[in-house]
């Protein structure tokens, strides 16, 4: 029932781990027991542990060692620490605190005192799980378009160097494609705005079949223009890539009302070889000269790839 919450008990007396034991089971909790610091490091190394209970004088490294040792890592989650001492002088426990203990037991312990300060810990732990999921949710929101669901220019504008990057240091071809849908504008005001939106999700669905996931970055660049950059791709694996895009998006019918929306879209595409990688010197520059590409295929009449 509180699996979420895994306990780890640190202490070098048998007796005591096996009372604490007993007690944190007889409520649900699920306990690991290890006999020092060093041992609690190790765990810790495999597995997160939202709760840590230790005692304060160990072997090999004490609980106010091992306080400092856990404050001076990165785990997965808050690790919310219970020192556990016989010591109940106010240096003591301010000692305990500073060195990263977020609250201290004096033995004995008493099972309500214990279940009563560990609920605070559950407290701490939910907040704190509930955060990072907010801040992943936000995270995902800043870095995504709402109406497409692929990535948008933002993120596109801090991930694109190093793309490039990777491509001069691997010494492999990067080639880079601007996607943009032709008289857009007339799908707006044939069908409506709302129709062109979802024109827009189902281009951005047959782009994304046709990209490697985790190896190509897509993007909603602006309005019916997405942008596609290839790791690992020379010009003419790139032009095959529009090419197969194009012809699927010519493909689509897409229903709406008791009519179906046809459409095609142009591709500007340009390429890099690692010798000539020198000449690639910014993104702007990449943009640019995918978006003269662009332009070339629309002077050629559209529904077509030009590089
Ligand atoms: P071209 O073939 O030269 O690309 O012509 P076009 O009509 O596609 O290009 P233009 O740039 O003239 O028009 C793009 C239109 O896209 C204008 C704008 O209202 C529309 N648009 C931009 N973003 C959205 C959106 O999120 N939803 C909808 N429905 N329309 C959008
Ligand atoms: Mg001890
Ligand atoms: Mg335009
Ligand atoms: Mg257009
Ligand atoms: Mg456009």
């Not at 840590?52 to 400092?68: A, F, N, R, S």
């Not at 220019?153 to 190093?162: A, E, L, V």
């Not at 909603?220 to 012809?247: C, P």
Request: charged fraction near 25%.
């Amino acid at each position: 029932m509180q699996q979420q919450f895994k306990v780890l008990l640190v202490e070098d007396s048998r007796t005591q781990a096996l009372r604490f034991q007993f007690m944190l089971e007889a409520h649900g909790f699920d306990a690991v027991v290890v006999s020092n610091g060093r041992e609690a490091l190790d765990r810790l190394k495999q597995e997160y542990f939202p709760i840590i209970i230790t005692d304060w004088v160990m072997p090999e490294m004490d609980g106010v060692e091992l306080c400092q040792a856990i404050r001076s890592r990165k785990f997965d989650g808050y690790v919310f620490i219970f020192l556990v001492t016989s010591k109940d002088d106010p240096d003591d426990i301010v000692a305990g605190l500073q060195a990263g203990a977020d609250d201290y037991l004096t033995k004995p312990v008493s099972e309500l005192e214990l279940m009563a300060r560990l609920n605070t810990a559950k407290r701490v732990i939910d907040l704190e799980r509930s955060l990072k999921k907010r801040n992943e949710e936000v995270l995902h929101l800043s870095v995504t378009d709402a109406l497409t669901e692929v990535h948008n220019r933002s993120y596109f504008n801090t991930q694109c160097p190093s793309f490039i990057a990777r491509a001069v240091r691997s010494r492999q071809p990067v080639s880079c494609m601007i996607c943009d849908v032709d008289h857009f504008k007339k799908v707006n005001d044939t069908f409506g705005h709302l129709a062109g939106d979802r024109v827009l999700q189902d281009f951005a669905v047959c782009l994304k079949q046709q990209v490697r996931q985790g190896f190509d970055l897509l993007v909603r660049y602006g309005g019916e223009e997405f942008v596609v950059i290839l790791s690992d791709t020379d010009s003419d694996k790139a032009l095959a890539v529009a090419e197969r895009m194009r012809q699927s998006i010519e493909q689509l019918s897409i229903p709406w009302e008791d009519q179906t929306i046809a459409l095609t879209a142009s591709f500007g595409v340009v390429s890099y070889l690692p010798e000539s990688m020198e000449h690639l010197l910014s993104v702007e520059q990449l943009m640019a000269a995918a978006d003269e590409a662009l332009y070339a295929a629309k002077e050629a009449g559209r529904n077509c790839v030009r590089r």
